[in-house]
């Protein structure tokens, strides 16, 4: 049997055991996780008991519909896996795995995509129509999301192993790149590539629920150029660390968010990480002309207003959708390979893997579970 980290219900997490995982498919690899992050949206229904109000936000029209199709109808209803960052070794592959051998470090996509369907070549692989029969097919949200588990266990089964699992380049700490199956990458997709379109841009970050993306993607800015990273927070603890990047700190009220708060400049790229109507607002009005605005949150109402004769007028980009983390993943490590980007500043809580149950319900911006690799001692 393996264990599995589960979240039975708020601040109650345990392990429990579930049958081993097997090579079920020829193109499957069995693989371990021995480092494995918490991604920033895990801490609302272990903070919080949503479960039964979000059911009934549902049934009363006031959260999307959309939220069902993700977490179940009863949003985030324990027991079940959680967690969707990790890196793991690879400990068996299938007949017809021809990219990976037993002993390979490997970081795991927390989306399930097979790389071959018009949508995995698009590179949308979080909407996989290969893999998903609902909105997503994921780890660590739920049997509405597929029947993959969460990744803080023993053993999980990897389908299209060669494509879906990225070798880890020689000589990075794996605690470094803790969160590269879903923050980490996520903040890459939000500053790099618009950055490269606007060589020396500024950037705005709000920080807040989406508490390590907003960091990740301050850092990264500062790493590829930008002119300005302004970073904006209620939390003296995420301040911190945004000045240990290279970004310039501004401390706001909580909930007191507005475009009269922010720095007195415009932006050719904002990162929305407070989850809010207001913080939408309030990144696209700091825009300049041409800027883009990624949201990175759970926006969960039906009616999120955005001010679009604001954006018209001023040729804003709103781009807003989930992670695709596997198409950036080979050139985001590369980059820490070649950088020493230090992504591990963002981590706040480093805890044993057996620790797991009690560290997962911490109060802190980003907690990383280890143990050692098959056939390294503690």
């Given at each position: 049997?393996?264990?599995?980290?589960?979240?039975?219900?708020?601040?109650?997490?345990?392990?429990?055991?579930?049958?081993?995982?097997?090579?079920?498919?020829?193109r499957?690899?069995?693989?371990?996780?021995f480092?494995?992050?918490?991604?920033?949206?895990?801490?609302?229904?272990?903070?919080?008991?949503?479960?039964?109000?979000?059911?009934?936000?549902?049934?009363?029209?006031?959260?999307?519909?959309?939220?069902?199709?993700?977490?179940?109808?009863?949003?985030?209803?324990?027991?079940f896996?959680?967690g969707?960052?990790?890196?793991?070794?690879?400990?068996?592959?299938?007949?017809?795995v021809?990219?990976?051998?037993?002993?390979?470090?490997?970081?795991?996509?927390?989306?399930?995509?097979?790389?071959?369907?018009?949508?995995?070549?698009?590179?949308?692989?979080?909407?996989?129509?290969?893999?998903?029969?609902?909105?997503?097919?994921?780890?660590?949200?739920?049997?509405?999301?597929?029947?993959?588990?969460?990744?803080?266990?023993?053993?999980?089964?990897?389908?299209?192993?060669?494509?879906?699992?990225?070798?880890?380049?020689?000589?990075?700490?794996?605690?470094?790149?803790?969160?590269?199956?879903?923050n980490?990458?996520?903040?890459?997709?939000?500053?790099?590539?618009?950055?490269?379109?606007?060589?020396?841009?500024?950037?705005?970050?709000?920080?807040?629920?989406?508490?390590?993306?907003?960091?990740?993607?301050?850092?990264?800015?500062?790493?590829?150029?930008?002119?300005?990273?302004?970073?904006?927070d209620?939390?003296p603890?995420?301040?911190?660390?945004?000045?240990?990047?290279?970004?310039?700190?501004?401390?706001?009220?909580?909930?007191?968010?507005r475009?009269?708060?922010?720095?007195a400049?415009?932006?050719?790229?904002?990162?929305?990480?407070?989850?809010?109507?207001?913080?939408?607002?309030?990144?696209?009005?700091?825009?300049?002309?041409?800027?883009?605005?990624?949201?990175?949150?759970?926006?969960?109402?039906?009616?999120?207003?955005?001010?679009?004769?604001?954006?018209?007028a001023?040729d804003?980009?709103?781009?807003?959708?989930?992670?695709?983390?596997?198409?950036?993943?080979?050139?985001?490590?590369?980059?820490?390979?070649?950088?020493?980007?230090?992504?591990?500043?963002?981590?706040?809580?480093?805890?044993?893997?057996?620790?797991?149950?009690?560290?997962?319900?911490?109060?802190?911006?980003?907690?990383?579970?280890?143990?050692?690799?098959?056939?390294?001692?503690?």
């Open positions: 049997m393996t264990r599995e980290l589960q979240l039975v219900r708020a601040h109650h997490l345990a392990w429990r055991e579930r049958p081993d995982p097997v090579l079920s498919e020829p499957d690899a069995i693989v371990r996780p480092v494995a992050g918490r991604c920033d949206g895990d801490t609302m229904p272990i903070h919080r008991h949503v479960s039964r109000a979000m059911q009934a936000g549902l049934r009363a029209g006031f959260i999307d519909p959309v939220v069902a199709s993700i977490c179940g109808d009863v949003p985030f209803r324990g027991p896996g959680i969707h960052e990790c890196i793991a070794e690879v400990v068996e592959v299938g007949a017809d021809t990219g990976l051998v037993p002993g390979d470090v490997v970081v795991v996509p927390w989306a399930v995509s097979c790389g071959e369907c018009p949508e995995c070549g698009r590179g949308l692989t979080a909407k996989c129509s290969t893999t998903r029969t609902s909105t997503l097919a994921a780890f660590g949200f739920g049997p509405a999301s597929g029947p993959w588990g969460g990744m803080v266990a023993d053993l999980l089964r990897i389908p299209y192993a060669d494509h879906m699992l990225v070798r880890v380049p020689a000589g990075v700490d794996p605690l470094r790149i803790a969160a590269a199956s879903d980490l990458t996520d903040a890459w997709r939000c500053v790099v590539g618009p950055l490269a379109e606007r060589p020396g841009g500024s950037v705005l970050v709000l920080g807040g629920a989406a508490q390590s993306i907003g960091l990740y993607a301050a850092g990264l800015a500062v790493a590829h150029g930008a002119e300005v990273v302004d970073y904006v209620h939390r603890e995420r301040l911190a660390i945004a000045e240990k990047l290279g970004a310039r700190a501004h401390p706001v009220a909580k909930g007191k968010l475009r009269a708060g922010l720095p400049r415009n932006y050719d790229i904002a990162v929305e990480g407070t989850s809010t109507a207001a913080g939408v607002d309030a990144a696209l009005r700091a825009l300049r002309p041409g800027g883009i605005c990624t949201p990175v949150g759970y926006y969960l109402a039906p009616g999120t207003k955005v001010p679009l004769m604001h954006m018209y001023n804003a980009t709103l781009k807003i959708g989930v992670s695709h983390v596997r198409p950036h993943l080979p050139d985001l490590l590369d980059f820490i390979a070649g950088t020493e980007f230090p992504a591990e500043t963002v981590t706040t809580l480093l805890a044993d893997w057996d620790d797991a149950p009690e560290a997962y319900r911490a109060h802190t911006t980003k907690l990383v579970l280890h143990r050692p690799p098959l056939g390294v001692t503690a």
